[in-house]
């Protein structure tokens, strides 16, 4: 069974930075891309970031630059690190196994002054 656990959120001011984590098990972490995406309210979900199994990345235009995806296979967990936050990078973070259709709760992210 496919379980996700996101970590990492909190209450930043614009121009700081996060460190999102994600903890995963049922599956083989080695073998799955992995992805963010970020839903902030009245809005739909959109992705942020991903990662292949072979280490290649791609990042949605809004956060290139600014957002840094990582994995560790030996931990099973992939990370977000977000530098230079703006207020419209607010939003509930997830996880997600790329082509399995399942969410973990989410990390709140805030960018306010």
């Known amino acids: 069974q496919v379980q996700l656990v996101e970590s990492g959120g909190g209450l930043v001011q614009p121009g700081g930075s996060l460190r999102l984590s994600c903890a995963t098990s049922?599956?083989?972490?080695?073998?799955?891309?992995m992805s963010w995406y970020r839903q902030a309210p009245g809005k739909e979900r959109e992705l942020v970031a991903l990662i292949r199994s072979d280490g290649s990345t791609f990042y949605a235009d809004s956060v290139k630059g600014r957002f840094t995806i990582s994995r560790d296979n030996a931990k099973n967990a992939t990370y977000l690190q977000m530098n230079n936050l703006k207020p419209y990078d607010t939003a509930v973070y997830y996880c997600?196994?790329?082509?399995?259709?399942?969410w973990g709760q989410g990390t709140q992210v805030t960018v306010s002054s």
């Open positions: 049922g599956f083989t972490f080695s073998s799955a891309g």
């Open positions: 997600n196994v790329i082509g399995i259709a399942k």
